[in-house]
């Protein structure tokens, strides 16, 4: 058909008709009252003469207000419970919501219906032959001679859309004195757009006879209501007009769905005007149905098996993608795997600077302008098409190379898989040449093709189609390859990152060795000086000096345990405060003796400090406990106890006695230089010192920041 035919059918409000087939009528009532409001067809003559304006319950002889209520609001057709009795005759009816409309066709009822018990056991066994049917070929031909079975069409086919809304007949029963169609392609202009949209939504559709005259809907007003429901609707001239270029007087059609979308239709023909009853029609669209869950069933089941067939595949693959080495040598292994897989011709990695290919394939440099081109059109995700040439016309050149193609990029820039096939040439049978034109103007109305007759075209450039699973499977490696390559990135930063620590732990060990000869000499520095203070201590004898001389020792404890800490700890930066105090007053329970040592006594929070904090902390602290041992007790043993406290941000150390307290003349007893240096530290501290009786004894309590 012309262009300008085909976009004259694709406009065509085949809808809206305005009218139906005369063989039935039509009633429009108002869908709040119920009605009547309008109709169509001979309804005086075969109904009731005075239809206008009554209600629908009077007409039909039933409660149609109590089904309309009963049924969900978003059902669109209602079946009547009964049959509506007419002047001569009986008619089958349905409702179907229209807006603001409510919308009976009556269609004449030929006679009382088949038993309900044996129709239904005749479905169900023809039903059960379609499960037990070895391919899709033999379904569909159940399919078709038990459709004619039930309707008595001389011709059935089962029709299934396939490319470009064109279609192909899978299987066909029919009288032997008509032509067969089977495996002859019809184009998609055959079926417009919107004819395929009322397919799917109106599945069972029958025309008695193509000669009828249209029965207009009256009053002329309601012309413009929507008959998409309706089977009665007038069909399109062009349609009635095809039909009798095939030799075709009367038709019916029930649709194949599956996943909701149409998969193809029932179509059946008939030499001469034939009608069949609602009955039958139910019958006919109930085997199309379980047709409709059979073929969804097998591709389903197909579908299942390839994709289970290529994630095996790729997954077995997979496992030579982990190792260290680089892409192009882990494809150059597994490249003809992956072309087998995919049952393509060849398999081509395309990067930056090479490609590597499996399989004959066009020159590089139009490899490189293809995976371009897919680069660009394709925006990073996958693409396929088995008509390579009409969507990239360099491919024109060589189809015997590829015509279709896979491609899949990978996170590497520039890199890409390509799967390509070639050209599968095949003979396309059609029912009449589908690029014939036909002629068409202003002053020529549009009509259909005339002729039907075997047509056949051999087909080029076009390779077998991409499935679903084939493209999923596609994606899924190229992000199995992804992953690899970003493990072996990993374990490269790994093995650096080792490299890196190990260098780490030679330098701590050579600073650990450092640490340890400076420890080792500032220890026996102290040591010395410590030693030398006792041997004067014990040469001057009891006294001021030797007093002295043990404050000297005393502090240098002090200094040598911090130093002491600073080496055993992994954070030199800072100090446990209260372990540091501990320790302290462990060396001075040694220095004092053994009279002293079970009345020192501490309760110590443990609080972590500055290192540079802990040396004037313990000298304080030393200083405190030495003034407490001389002056609380007039040199003789007695309890002190020290205790560390933390409040919010700072601390608080308290040096407590239970002596004789301070001297009524209010001046502390070793106000020397032990006081001048306590008073010192206190203020590097930035802190204050409180002193405070504690009945009996003295508290004395050092307050500061435990950071700067």
Not at 300 to 320: F, I, K, M, N, P
Request: net charge negative; glycine share 8%.
């Amino acid at each position: 058909m012309h262009t300008a035919d085909l976009l004259s059918c694709e406009s065509e409000p085949i809808h809206i008709p305005g009218a139906i087939q005369p063989h039935g009528l039509l009633l429009v009532a108002d869908a709040a009252s119920l009605n009547v409001v309008g109709g169509a067809g001979a309804i005086e003559e075969r109904l009731v003469s005075d239809w206008s304006g009554e209600p629908l319950s009077r007409l039909l002889g039933q409660d149609v207000a109590g089904q309309v209520a009963a049924s969900p609001p978003d059902v669109r057709t209602l079946p009547l419970e009964a049959r509506v009795a007419g002047r001569s005759e009986y008619f089958d009816a349905v409702m179907h919501r229209a807006g603001s409309h409510l919308l009976v066709e009556l269609e004449p009822s030929p006679g009382p219906p088949p038993g309900a018990m044996q129709m239904l056991a005749r479905l169900d066994g023809m039903a059960r032959a379609f499960e037990q049917a070895s391919s899709m070929a033999e379904l569909c031909q159940r399919a078709a001679k038990a459709i004619r079975a039930i309707t008595g069409f001389d011709r059935v086919m089962i029709y299934q859309f396939i490319d470009d809304a064109a279609g192909r007949v899978l299987a066909e029963d029919r009288d032997p004195s008509l032509e067969s169609f089977l495996h002859h392609h019809f184009p998609g202009s055959d079926i417009p757009r919107q004819a395929r949209a009322l397919y799917l939504r109106n599945r069972a559709r029958s025309i008695p006879t193509v000669d009828y005259q249209p029965a207009p809907l009256r009053p002329v007003s309601l012309g413009s209501i929507d008959l998409s429901d309706v089977g009665l609707r007038s069909v399109s001239p062009v349609h009635l007009q095809y039909l009798r270029n095939m030799g075709v007087a009367s038709s019916a059609s029930f649709s194949i769905v599956r996943d909701s979308s149409l998969w193809g239709l029932v179509a059946c023909h008939h030499r001469t005007p034939f009608a069949i009853s609602r009955e039958t029609s139910i019958a006919a669209s109930a085997l199309a149905n379980a047709l409709s869950r059979q073929i969804a069933a097998r591709e389903q089941h197909l579908a299942y098996e390839t994709r289970l067939r290529l994630r095996a595949a790729v997954d077995e693959l997979a496992g030579s993608f982990e190792d260290d080495r680089a892409l192009d040598v882990i494809l150059s292994e597994t490249g003809e795997n992956l072309r087998r897989i995919f049952e393509a011709d060849a398999f081509v990695y395309v990067a930056d600077d090479h490609l590597q290919q499996h399989g004959v394939v066009p020159l590089p440099e139009e490899i490189g302008t293809l995976a371009a081109w897919v680069r660009e059109k394709a925006g990073g995700a996958a693409f396929s098409t088995h008509t390579l040439s009409q969507l990239y016309p360099p491919a024109a050149a060589w189809p015997e190379l590829a015509s279709g193609v896979l491609a899949v990029p990978l996170a590497e820039q520039g890199c890409m898989l390509l799967w390509l096939r070639v050209e599968r040439v095949e003979e396309v049978r059609w029912a009449g040449e589908p690029h014939k034109l036909h002629q068409s103007g202003a002053d020529i109305p549009l009509s259909p093709r005339r002729s039907f007759a075997s047509w056949a075209e051999t087909v080029r450039a076009r390779a077998r189609s991409w499935s679903i699973e084939e493209i999923d499977a596609a994606r899924r490696l190229a992000r199995r390859l992804d992953e690899a390559r970003n493990h072996r990135r990993i374990r490269a930063l790994n093995r650096e990152l080792r490299v890196t620590l190990d260098e780490r732990d030679a330098l701590l060990a050579q600073k650990d060795l450092l640490m340890r000869e400076v420890d080792h000499r500032v220890q026996n520095s102290l040591q010395m000086v410590t030693s030398y203070l006792m041997l004067q201590a014990r040469d001057a004898g009891p006294g001021p000096l030797a007093d002295r001389l043990a404050e000297a020792q005393a502090r240098l404890s002090a200094v040598g345990l911090v130093h002491r800490r600073l080496y055993r700890t992994d954070h030199p930066a800072s100090l446990e405060l209260g372990d540091y105090l501990a320790d302290l007053l462990g060396d001075l329970r040694q220095a004092l003796g053994k009279e002293w040592a079970p009345l020192l006594t501490e309760r110590l929070a443990a609080i972590l400090v500055p290192t540079d904090r802990a040396v004037p902390i313990g000298l304080v602290m030393t200083e405190l406990v030495i003034n407490a041992v001389k002056y609380a007790y007039d040199g003789r043993p007695g309890p002190i106890q020290v205790v560390l406290e933390r409040h919010g941000a700072e601390f608080r150390m308290t040096v407590s006695d239970r002596g004789k307290g301070r001297d009524t003349s209010g001046t502390v007893e070793g106000s020397g230089f032990g006081s001048r240096m306590i008073a010192a530290t206190v203020r590097r501290l930035g802190g204050s010192l409180e002193e405070m009786e504690g009945s009996p004894g003295l508290r004395t309590t050092l307050t500061a920041r435990i950071a700067k």
